[in-house]
């Protein structure tokens, strides 16, 4: 069955760039993109961004200054790296795979449709 | 940017009842919309995609219904384990979610 394990540090320094891993199973990075999803404790969920099955990726504007995605297909991992972390970057880390449902007109609908369990990242000094 | 509004905040409701959480998008997402289920410490999972579609193994007394900017999400005969907090996003332009709506037991 499909599955997504995210791995990672928990506790960051301000200013440090972090990473996380995806390790996913039960379907090929070469077939569905990966998407990160972020959630600060008790709040809401934010998309930051995803690699899509030709490698190319898309971001949020809102830290695409300091974020990268990248992949292994080999070892079916992707990774997320993030540069200059502030206290307000401390949450929970998902990722999820992307799902075609579809489209309208030029838009096409990629919903997530399975996610891993997160990985808690705190920034702190 | 898409923004989402969703309604209300937190919701207390009985067991057996039927429930309504509505979601307002900023502007026409053409039925680009899924509603996510997270329970507390777990991972959000997905319930309905493209407004109405019931995702595989989902109970049928979750239905989803709407257009262009309204949305919602309906639990038919509320269960225990339908506690939990409910989250709208559309994806017809990229993705933003809404700010999630917490449904407790009364």
């Known amino acids: 069955q499909v599955q997504?394990?995210?791995s990672g540090p928990g506790l960051m320094q301000p200013s440090e760039t972090l990473s996380l891993t995806c390790t996913v199973s039960g379907f090929s990075l070469t077939s569905n993109g990966v998407g990160w999803v972020r959630q600060p404790l008790g709040?809401?969920?934010?998309?930051?961004?995803t690699i899509w099955a030709g490698?190319?990726?898309n971001y949020n504007s809102a830290v695409q200054s300091r974020l990268s995605i990248s992949r292994d297909?080999?070892?079916?991992?992707v990774f997320l790296k993030m540069n200059s972390l502030q206290p307000e970057d401390t949450g929970t880390?998902?990722?999820a795979r992307h799902a075609d449902r579809g489209y309208y007109g030029y838009n096409y609908y990629y919903?997530?449709?399975a996610w891993g369990q997160g990985a808690s990242v705190t920034v702190s000094s | 940017d898409i923004q989402m509004t969703q309604s209300p905040a937190s919701l207390s409701a009985s067991l057996g009842e039927t429930v309504t959480i509505e979601c307002r998008a900023s502007e026409d997402i053409y039925n680009g919309l899924a509603w996510y289920q997270q329970k507390p410490g777990k991972s959000p999972q997905l319930l309905i995609y493209n407004a109405n579609s019931l995702h595989t193994g989902v109970p049928s007394r979750f239905s989803g219904s709407g257009s262009g900017t309204q949305y919602s999400l309906k639990i038919n005969s509320l269960q225990s384990e339908d506690?939990?907090?409910y989250f709208c996003q559309q994806y017809y332009d990229y993705w933003t979610f809404g700010g999630g709506t917490k449904l407790e037991l009364k």
Request: hydrophobic share 35%; charged share 20%.
């Open chain 1, 4 to 6: 997504l394990e995210e």
């Open chain 1, 43 to 49: 709040k809401g969920l934010v998309w930051m961004g």
């Open chain 1, 55 to 57: 490698g190319s990726t």
């Open chain 1, 73 to 77: 297909t080999s070892k079916s991992q």
């Open chain 1, 93 to 95: 880390y998902y990722c």
């Open chain 1, 111 to 113: 919903v997530m449709d």
């Open chain 2, 83 to 85: 506690v939990a907090s």
